[in-house]
């Protein structure tokens, strides 16, 4: 009866041609979502968000069904049941919310209601004018069979009914007894579910708590919160830049790593090869005799400076977010320990790092495919801990698409089972397959393509990917308009409008943006000819910045940050709709809470030299507004207001002014005479 | 280290998050297609079709990778292998051809190609200039590696090169033997592929033979053969039949059930609930004193007569196909052999087929969800090996939606796992999911919507979704424009026309088709009023055929059926292509072979009434003809012969006359005079 030769392995087991206990069964249940890769891994959430789960759910014949879907929180030993509802073409739906981090899981169940069946049927054969006094007697037999198994309260009515049912005789007062609702409730609730069908897999979430969802990350280089010409910056010149940090409206603070850093092969300025005496080198060449990943570059501090650091971020509302950069220098303690966990050269010199012709020649990878694998995993588990230790929850992985993926998947999970708090955030900038899925197999947070995207179609596009198909499910971006790696053209020419366009871009299209703080807040476009990368980088040298430069963005980012916390359409990431507007430099989109309490509509000129206006099309009917209302919408960018009607409304932007409308729109207004109640 | 709770359980072993042996395999398999239900069902194929496999395949970090197609026929014990090509994305391409019939399976390999990512490495250095002789020593490790696995002949090959790339210093012929394509095959052949990544599922292939993919079916009801009035029709009657069924061009002749037909609550003429004496009754209630599944109506004639009527049909190309009904009479032997196959009812009484308000009182249901369902379904079994036996390998399983679907998913495997050649037909009309769970749970060939589909947009839209989604690769369609239980308005009162236009549809849009033989050929309307079903229908009455009758369709059918015999583009499922004509009326497509060899224009005329003319658009480029060369097109209905060019041309189409051009695409006509050459 066996040899199905071509079943897939995973699946024989479950596999119902065989003649096994389930082959009674009779519901089938397939095509559910979400369900990510087979079920192979899990979807994200944030806590509070619902998950709604759909799937063709059907029987052979005519029985009427019943589903229900069931989930788990974290700590449950035991399924909660959620009745599913039929929607159209044999799909059903159902939903629940998730209310702690950690791993739901959820499976479906589907069996065939024999009891509703025959309520059914009793009905249609009455309305027939067909004898029932038989059939009759089948229903009272499920009704004793429920009775078996109720409580107490519900005996008795059961038992009134079986009595009831048995002397009653007119059909129609038979019908009555049968339909009443109170019945449907109690069978439903004691009924057995006979050859009832568990979906064959059972697929998780990942709830993740509120920031993952919604942040705003400041990126600075702490050696460069110089406080004395000529020397580097320490953690505590860093505590006193973290107020006005907030006052921006940041919450997380992301510094590069802040370890003894490699004096074998390091770069000297613009990233040259020969390094002069004075050169600081890049931070991502981490270790030296003075250190590895688990110390702290002695310059910048002690240990206790750190966590003093961090606890003052903590107190202004602000988490650091540590760099997690799996690589060595040249000199890392490592290479002697651990000799077989990195690759060696014929000539008996380590393999640095290198892209041909590209070479990094401060920099040696690990070799994930060493025979010592698991020790090398496990130390490197022990850098997370330990600096979890110190109080960090939030870690930006660097380069994770250079990394074993089966290494970052057991890494993540493994961290996240004892600390489901904790955010990954993957620094990837490579190919999309690649970066989703690193995103499935745990990363919280992912960099995107963002930067590169410009025009109105690349935007729109490429957010509906994200957003809008099922990669929303497991792939949270977070839009970042520069980093210390990217200085993009469009900042390099595009003046001060050019920032303010792509940061209110950032912190509006996406609830997680991040800025590399400092060169983006005081508008630096001095560039590598020809590359979008920054001239002098920080990345090799101290930058002691200009803080009061004019033009600088602190302002107008503190503003657009108050504006983010101050309306939760804001604060969620799915809730983006992007409309028409009859101008290819205007970008028109709206955010939207579910109850329509908190309704933005928000115009961008992504032209930053010239002023543009058009014709906005408000979507009226979908925000709840009469077509014949008046509505106001608030500018909470510029303040302005404006009475706005229908659907058809005129903007005007100039960049030099201001290249963007944050409107909150606001529906109480009736006639002119209300007007005063907004003044 | 475990715990991942929210793994789908039958996914946890070959999950990478443990530290398993695997988890230094850094080669991703992703997005497998075709996979369906994510390998819980196999794909189908017909004898000599390709399976084009692709997915998405990459690493992390920069190495080059390989990737193989591994698949098994029926009695294969080992893989074999072909390479598969990267397109674009990280997405991987690769193909093999079915040759025998059965199940074939296919799984996916990658690898990291370390000696090609050597080689490329090699060449970008060297023309960067960097200096590569240390990089040398690293290749002929490698190709030492290879040197220990090869064979004798192609030892000498590899020693003679490390010996070269020994003493060999110049860069430049360093890289002319690094890059040597013999090498890199012997390479390919002897390099091991070290952590390679196995894609987790074994995917399946249903190979089944060619008459499952191309088949021309004729119903007719055996008893309707009547020779002389007055009497029921015998299989020796219907000998006689055979060889203008065959003429007609048909090779699968279906009969409805042939046994015994139960006497307790049988039905009159028009589905009457009570039968004259003389009422043959419905051949779907099957069983009787005179025997049940097994046993041949008394008034059809013997076993024997039956066999001598198979082996006749054979003799003629016509394979008949059997009806299995799973269901009962009241009067079936099964129902006092086990009554607890059954449902009964309070009062003792059998609980017959229902519907409500609908009542079968002719039928009792088999109950699937009975406790000895095991036996019950070993019979089911027996009865089709018993029909095998007698010679037919072509099953059409009537009402397959309401038996239950892990009884059909066994059967079928059973069956087929000794028998691969048998073909099953669902003759499920009922909601679409459930449609394509029975094609995906095993049957070979499916009924579909097509008697309802008539207008330009139905049938397009309607095709697209069988032919050219992820449908096409589990569901067969077989369209049928009439059955017994379906005769469409349009066949009312399109008149013959009608007939003509359905019928070349179902022919030349389907490579599997049927007709409910003679009502069909002879053009019968007669419905029950405001139904679309016949009156007086052959289900409760024997018919004397008039087969003379004037108009009938016999030679039109012939010819039909003669150009999907003589035209390999009409024999095959899914190269069905539909183009641009200006004229709702106007269907305009094309069937064509993959070396273009056989090119067919077909144009119909969806309107039985008029006239229709319009300028249909031919995709010249995509059938190889220059823009500016004329070609023929032959009408191999009609015969006629038109000379084309370029894109647009006319057609006109008179309902009266033909409504249908089925043109043979001749490319080779230059000039007006070759026009000779095809006279």
């Known amino acids: 009866m066996n040899g199905h030769g071509y079943l897939p392995v995973n699946m024989k087991k479950t596999y119902r041609y065989t003649m096994k206990a389930n082959s009674r069964n009779r519901v089938v249940i397939e095509h559910v979502e979400p369900e990510v890769d087979a079920g192979l891994f899990p979807i994200k959430r944030i806590v509070g968000e619902t998950v709604m789960v759909r799937a063709d759910i059907f029987t052979d014949g005519h029985d009427s069904i019943s589903a229900n879907l069931l989930y788990k929180a974290p700590k449950d030993n035991t399924w909660h049941e959620v009745p599913m509802q039929f929607i159209e073409n044999d799909r059903w739906e159902g939903t629940f919310t998730v209310e702690e981090i950690g791993n739901y899981q959820y499976k479906l169940l589907g069996w065939i209601n024999y009891f509703r069946t025959w309520q059914r049927d009793m009905q249609k054969k009455a309305e027939a004018n067909q004898d029932v006094s038989v059939d009759k007697l089948r229903g009272i037999q499920y009704i004793d069979a429920a009775l078996q198994k109720a409580a107490e309260k519900d005996k008795i009515a059961l038992l009134e009914l079986i009595e009831l049912l048995d002397k009653t005789s007119d059909t129609d007062k038979v019908i009555s007894l049968v339909m009443n609702t109170d019945l449907s409730t109690l069978m439903n609730k004691y009924s057995d579910r006979l050859f009832a069908t568990e979906y064959e897999k059972e697929l998780g979430v990942v709830v993740d708590r509120k920031r993952a969802g919604f942040s705003a990350w400041y990126e600075i280089f702490p050696r ?267 900042l390099q020419y595009g003046g001060r409008p050019a920032f303010m366009i792509r940061f209110v871009l950032a912190a509006t299209l996406s609830s997680n943006y991040g800025i590399y703080g400092p060169a983006f807040e005081l508008g630096i476009t001095d560039a590598i000819p020809g590359r979008e990368e920054y001239y002098h980088s920080e990345k090799y040298e101290i930058k002691k910045w200009q803080w009061e430069q004019p033009g600088h963005l602190r302002d107008f980012i503190a503003r657009v940050n108050k504006i983010r916390k101050t309306n939760p359409a804001l604060q969620m990431m799915w809730n983006l709709d992007f409309f028409e507007v009859d101008n290819e430099y205007l970008l028109f989109y709206g955010r939207v809470t579910e109850d329509l309490s908190n309704i933005l509509l928000i115009v961008v000129n992504l032209d930053p030299y010239h002023k543009q206006s058009g014709w906005v099309n408000v979507p009226i009917r979908q925000l709840g507004i009469e077509s014949g209302q008046s509505y106001l919408v608030h500018d909470l960018l510029g303040d302005g207001k404006y009475i706005w009607q229908g659907e058809k409304n005129y903007v005007e932007l100039d960049p030099q002014e201001s290249p963007a409308h944050i409107f909150l729109v606001r529906k109480r207004l009736k006639r002119e005479t209300d007007f005063d109640y907004y003044m």
């Open 224 to 490: 460069s919160c110089v406080s004395q010409p000529g020397t580097s910056g320490t953690f505590k010149d860093c505590e006193h830049l973290v107020p006005e940090i907030a006052r921006m409206g940041f919450d997380v603070l992301y510094l590069p790593p802040i370890h003894p850093i490699g004096k074998i092969n390091r770069k000297g300025k613009n990233n040259t090869l020969s390094a002069d005496s004075g050169d600081v080198g890049s931070p991502w060449a981490i270790g030296s005799d003075e250190g590895g990943h688990k110390a702290i570059h002695p310059s910048l501090g002690t240990m206790e400076d750190f966590e003093g650091f961090v606890g003052t971020a903590k107190r202004f509302g602000i988490e650091i977010a540590m760099d997690l950069a799996f690589q060595c220098s040249p000199d890392h303690p490592y290479i002697k320990e651990h000799p077989e966990w990195f690759k060696w050269r014929q000539d008996g010199t380590i393999h640095y790092a290198e892209n041909p012709p590209k070479k990094y020649e401060d920099i040696v990878p690990l070799n994930f495919e060493t025979d010592d694998w698991q020790n090398l995993w496990n130390e490197l588990k022990s850098i997370v801990l330990f600096w979890m230790d110190k109080g960090i929850r939030i870690f930006r992985v660097d380069n994770p698409h250079t990394k074993s993926f089966a290494f970052l998947e057991w890494l993540i999970e493994e961290i996240k089972q004892g600390y489901p708090d904790v955010i990954f955030l993957a620094e990837a900038f490579t190919r999309p397959k690649v970066m989703y899925r690193l995103a499935k197999l745990g990363f919280t947070q992912s960099y995107t393509y963002f930067a590169w995207r410009n025009t109105k179609q690349e935007l729109t596009q490429y957010i509906h990917e994200i957003m809008k198909t099922e990669v929303r499910e497991y792939f949270r971006p977070n839009f970042w308009p520069n980093t210390p790696d990217i200085l993009p053209e469009h």
